[in-house]
């Protein structure tokens, strides 16, 4: 607005039309003096993702595929809850780094979002939910959050703005596999924006199997990150931990993560996944089976023992392939 000679008021003004009200056009937006609205629309194209495919599970759960200006698909997931909504937002169309029980993985990277398109998806949401309000955030959909930092951040912050969506920054999380230098540099952000590192194993052969795209982040550096993080920002980590049978659910396994998690207050959180399958929609990705009930427990039960703040997450969306690790515009 600055550059087109404007007062500063004019671009909350425009923010508030573009990602509070879904605007598809310069037209509509009658508190902006019509010679503005005359100069937005010569220099800029205004698009709203359009819906390509809407799938609803029975608990409730909602898929959303959207088809961006340029023809790339990307999805959010709608998590309805007694008291709160939930968006599971993407950050990017695909991804780059190949984890082996992830779906997005297996489509490679199309190209990051922009912040304006990640905030669209949550305007589809609230459109499809008028009575509900948007009360927590996730970037936990397609793609590395902060291999997109820019962007993601930018977003994080209109999500936050009470003009805009008003989220708690507190109830927005990142979900990231674990990026040391942004990890660092998110400790500096002056918000109270929450962070989880998906781990799925303490052990770095294993996790390297799991996770290939991130071999070069080790976990040693990956954890002294981590600690650091802590210890700036006085926040708590959470550490998502998908047991697979065979893998990672191993009385081994278990003492590398107390190891990992032996560290000084306020200390990791720990949330439990059961895997979600992916080989029967991809038929060239590996055959993982979730771990057994019996070592779902004895993780839990052993972390909890050590004193650390522990949860079962409950996979949701299953039904429509909307649960984690399972957006692949399928």
């Known amino acids: 607005m600055a550059d087109l000679g404007q007062k500063p008021y004019r671009g909350r003004q425009l923010a508030e039309w573009l990602y509070g009200r879904g605007a598809k056009s310069f037209e509509e937006m009658d508190n902006l003096p019509l ?7 010569e220099r800029f194209d205004l698009w709203q993702p359009s819906l390509a495919r809407r799938l609803e599970d029975p608990n409730g759960t909602v898929r959303y595929v959207l088809e961006l200006g340029d023809g790339c698909l990307t999805e959010a997931v709608a998590l309805p809850a007694t008291g709160r909504l939930t968006v599971c937002f993407s950050t990017q169309v695909g991804c780059a780094f190949g984890c082996i029980f992830c779906a997005t993985g297996k489509l490679g990277l199309s190209r990051s979002l922009l912040a304006g398109e990640m905030l669209a998806q949550l305007a589809v949401v609230a459109a499809d939910f008028p009575d509900t309000r948007i009360s927590n955030a996730v970037a936990m959909g397609q793609g590395e959050p902060f291999a997109n930092y820019e962007a993601t951040l930018a977003a994080l912050r209109m999500m936050n703005n009470p003009q805009l969506f008003g989220i708690g920054a507190r109830h927005i999380t990142v979900s990231s596999a674990g990026l040391i230098p942004q990890i660092k540099r998110f400790a500096g952000e002056p918000e109270q924006f929450t962070l989880a590192i998906s781990l799925h194993s303490a052990e770095q052969r294993t996790r390297d199997y799991l996770m290939p795209g991130f071999s070069a982040q080790p976990l040693y550096k990956l954890r002294q990150a981590l600690v650091s993080y802590m210890a700036e920002t006085s926040r708590r980590v959470s550490l998502e931990y998908a047991l697979i049978e065979g893998v990672n659910d191993s009385k081994q396994s278990l ?25 029967g929609f991809l038929p060239d990705a590996p055959a993982l089976q979730r771990a057994s009930s019996g070592a779902l427990k004895r993780f839990e039960q052993d972390l909890l023992r050590a004193g650390l703040s522990v949860t079962r997450r409950v996979s949701k969306g299953e039904t429509i392939a909307a649960a984690c690790g399972q957006l692949a515009h399928r």
């Open 255 to 279: 003492a590398s993560l107390l190891a990992f998690c032996d560290v000084p207050a306020p200390g990791f959180h720990v949330n439990l996944l059961s895997l979600n399958q992916i080989s």
């Open 35 to 41: 010679s503005l609205r005359h100069s937005l629309k």
